[in-house]
């Protein structure tokens, strides 16, 4: 059974950067999408990127060309990082598989704000 810890996020100012981690206790080599989503105050959780084994990568328009995602199968770890950074993406980031049928982290929460 695999385990998901989400780190990385924090307070940062409009325009900054940060990149999240997500490191599985158990092997993602035979996950063939993962993804990170967000759920903002209010609002459903959504997904805001994807990638496949094969390095295939899909954005959400609202952070296509600010965002990539990336993974290290052999560090059991998906990457986000996250430029540009905006208020609207404040939200509790978590990872999961594509559809996400993992038993979901405590995710880590992004705030955007002057």
């Known amino acids: 059974q695999v385990q998901l810890v989400e780190t990385g996020g924090g307070l940062v100012q409009p325009g900054g950067s940060l990149r999240l981690s997500c490191a599985a206790s158990?092997?993602?080599?035979?996950?063939?999408?993962m993804g990170w989503y967000r759920q903002a105050p209010g609002k459903e959780r959504e997904l805001v990127a994807s990638?496949?084994?094969?390095?295939?990568?899909n954005y959400a328009d609202s952070v296509k060309g600010r965002f990539a995602i990336s993974r290290d199968n052999a560090k059991n770890t998906v990457y986000l990082q996250m430029n540009s950074l905006k208020p609207e993406d404040t939200a509790v980031y978590y990872c999961?598989?594509?559809?996400?049928?993992?038993?979901w982290g405590q995710g880590t929460q992004v705030t955007v704000s002057s």
């Open positions: 990638i496949t084994n094969g390095g295939r990568t």
């Open positions: 158990g092997s993602i080599f035979s996950i063939n999408v």
């Open positions: 999961n598989g594509r559809p996400p049928y993992i038993i």
